[in-house]
């Protein structure tokens, strides 16, 4: 079972302007830097449209995940929603640097191909301290943690304490945050493979087998995912680990909406994650990036019920293609306009030609477990 359409919507249409607000954040320091650092002085464009991707990942991926009650449909609706576009971008990126149109990542010729390769495709790159051969690819290692922690209270029945997970994480990367201002994990190719692969063999276990060797396979992967936030977060600990009190923040949202929670629980989780995340980062546009993408998340939510433009709701649907595309397009086009009259039909092109059809392939290989 899944959300209706009707309902989905007002997801939609938060996607689609903080995948611009991303865009627009790399495009401004590429063809308007004295403009857009005004801007940036003020607001974070690209922190806003980060939240407001991890909010709402936070609501609706536990909501999908028991709905569904089955954890190796969900890792395969995972795999089919976001790796097939994922490995396009991360092909396009290398073909295009081989041809000198835009240049390589950095860091990719001083690491093993094939761990790099393991890194970006597990979506750990970030939090394993390996070079992204898409560099916006930093929030999809946020991602990946967040399912296997989420996956990991299904498994063991402790999924309705998403408020109170939020609140101890946020109090948490305080402490954290001033202990590990950056990350533990070093350049070590060894330890990078062990914790991609013990991770992978998680995922494994945790879809394929049943009884107590899932519930303990998904346990480690939720461990590992947290160590990996508190230790690898190249942003520092704190920014890390308030990502995912935010993530828990939109998850508390959608329980209190559904009554499973008192609403108080899940405005104490929104009010500590904004106290403890404000100073985590000290650049002027961080706290108002931070304020505003709870506040653009809450006002959608007020606003679920309502009716929203078909092309803003349209650009949701895009959003990761819009995502993922960006940064290949400001090393090929030479103004803000054309970057914008190219990134955006080729991001549909891209939904309909790589994002749909997989995602449709995904659905016919999830099959509920007792079917």
Not at 303 to 331: D, E, K, M, N, Q
């Amino acid at each position: 079972m899944s959300l209706p359409p009707a309902r989905l919507a007002w997801l939609d249409a938060l996607r689609g302007p903080a995948a611009l607000a991303v865009t627009a954040h790399h495009g401004g320091w590429t063809f308007v830097p004295a403009l857009y650092a005004v801007i940036d002085a003020r607001v974070d464009l690209g922190t806003w449209g980060v939240f407001v991707f991890f909010l709402v990942s936070g609501y609706i991926i536990p909501a999908s995940l028991e709905r569904r009650g089955d954890v190796r449909a969900f890792w395969t609706g995972r795999a089919f929603r976001l790796l097939p576009l994922l490995l396009a971008a991360c092909c396009a990126a290398l073909l295009l640097a081989a041809l000198g149109l835009v240049p390589l990542a950095s860091g990719l010729g001083s690491r093993p191909l094939p761990l790099v390769a393991l890194g970006n495709v597990t979506m750990l790159q970030e939090l394993l301290n390996l070079p992204a051969v898409v560099s916006v690819t930093w929030t999809l290692s946020y991602e990946m943690a967040f399912y296997l922690i989420s996956v990991a209270l299904y498994a063991t029945g402790q999924a309705h304490r998403s408020a109170g997970i939020s609140l101890s994480l946020a109090v948490a990367a305080v402490p954290l945050g001033l202990l590990l201002p950056r990350a533990a994990i070093g350049r070590g190719d060894l330890l990078a493979a062990l914790l991609a692969l013990a991770v992978v063999a998680a995922v494994a276990v945790t879809a394929l087998a049943g009884g107590r060797a899932r519930t303990a396979a998904a346990v480690t992967g939720g461990l590992l995912g947290l160590a990996l936030v508190i230790a690898g977060s190249r942003g520092g600990t704190w920014q890390g680990v308030i990502i995912l009190a935010a993530m828990f923040a939109g998850t508390a949202v959608y329980r209190a909406e559904r009554g499973e929670i008192p609403w108080r629980s899940a405005a104490v989780a929104v009010a500590a994650t904004l106290g403890c995340g404000i100073p985590a980062k000290d650049d002027p546009g961080w706290a108002p990036a931070l304020v505003l993408a709870f506040a653009a998340f809450g006002l959608a939510f007020a606003l679920r019920g309502r009716a929203f433009p078909r092309w803003l709701t349209w650009l949701g649907v895009v959003s990761f293609s819009l995502y993922l595309l960006h940064p290949l397009l400001l090393h090929l086009v030479p103004g803000l306009g054309l970057y914008y009259l190219v990134l955006v039909p080729l991001s549909g092109v891209t939904y309909h030609l790589v994002e749909a059809p997989a995602q449709r392939l995904g659905r016919r290989l999830r099959k509920p477990e007792n079917a």
